[in-house]
């Protein structure tokens, strides 16, 4: 009786230690069988960590960065999980997002103020002038729970206009790391493969503009938000490699930023892109360029 005592005591210290609730089952429909699936992994030693654990990894990180893959609703359902339980070992002071646009931000705060005081938001699409390229469907869950935390929901991308002036005349990328050779001939790299190698080679420079200047939008957005911040972002973006971090250290940011990547099982991840993965199932592979193609 007494040992049966002891282990329930047990058990409710660990269900009680920060009541973190587990993580959401998986809805995409392949790779559960894989070797990676569902594992966590720190990059920087190669060590398989638990849930909990990367919570307290991530807890002290003054900005911690989230890449995903936009169409896959795990990604989605586990920033949700995160956002709810960073919580509860830290205060935290705001979330940004790619998927939100500077001219859409006194929309959020109006829509946030609502929310907060207990408001329903009947038509959140027009509410926000949310963007039909991000299916709400997958963004919806989370941007309605943001809405109604104390702490602020924040755009981190640039308006078309700004793009538009992009396109017409590229800036000149200060810093050492974001305009290193390596770093745009790889970003170079992508921006044809996700063209389908059919964009003319006169617009690469003007769209490998864009990308960095997303990139940078983010950075400068991140050391501006309350901290601690958390950036939801494509994991092409949130890569120390290639992305984001590289233009915080040329912005001048202190140590203190965390990178996790979540990846469908099968991809590459390793400790130059970020500081941990964690690996998910995955979503049907689809040939956006079949319908291209003559």
Excluded at 159 to 172: A, F, H, L, N, S
Excluded at 216 to 237: I, K, N, V
Aim: proline fraction near 7%; hydrophobic fraction near 45%; include cysteine.
């Amino acid at each position: 009786m007494r040992a049966l005592l002891l282990s329930c005591l047990v058990l409710l210290g660990a269900c009680q230690s920060q009541n973190m609730l587990p993580p959401p089952a998986p809805l995409a429909p392949l790779g559960h069988e894989h070797v990676d699936f569902a594992r966590i992994v720190d990059l920087a030693s190669g060590q398989t960590i638990s849930p909990e654990q990367l919570l307290e990894r991530l807890a002290p990180a003054q900005r911690v960065l989230v890449g995903e893959q936009h169409d896959n609703p795990d990604h989605h359902a586990l920033q949700l999980w995160l956002l709810r339980e960073l919580s509860k070992q830290r205060p935290q002071g705001s979330v940004l997002m790619e998927m939100l646009n500077p001219d859409q931000q006194n929309k959020i705060d109006q829509a946030q103020a609502a929310a907060r005081a207990g408001q329903t938001i009947s038509d959140p699409l027009a509410t926000l002038a949310w963007q039909p390229g991000w299916s709400w469907s997958m963004y919806g869950p989370l941007v309605l729970h943001q809405l109604r935390q104390h702490y602020p929901l924040l755009a981190a991308n640039l308006d078309r206009v700004e793009i538009m002036q992009i396109y017409r005349q590229r800036p000149t990328l200060q810093g050492q790391r974001s305009s290193a050779v390596e770093v745009q001939e790889r970003l170079l790299e992508d921006i044809r493969a996700s063209h389908c190698g059919l964009l003319p080679d006169s617009q690469l420079p003007a769209m490998l503009a864009v990308q960095q200047q997303r990139d940078r939008r983010m950075a400068e957005a991140l050391l501006a938000a309350p901290q601690p911040s958390l950036l939801l972002a494509g994991a092409f973006h949130v890569r120390k490699d290639l992305g984001v971090p590289l233009h915080l250290a040329d912005l001048g940011a202190q140590a203190g930023s965390a990178v996790l990547i979540l990846a469908e099982v099968g991809r590459e991840v390793d400790a130059s892109m970020a500081d941990y993965v964690w690996f998910t199932a995955a979503q049907p592979q689809q040939d956006h360029c079949a319908k291209l193609r003559p």
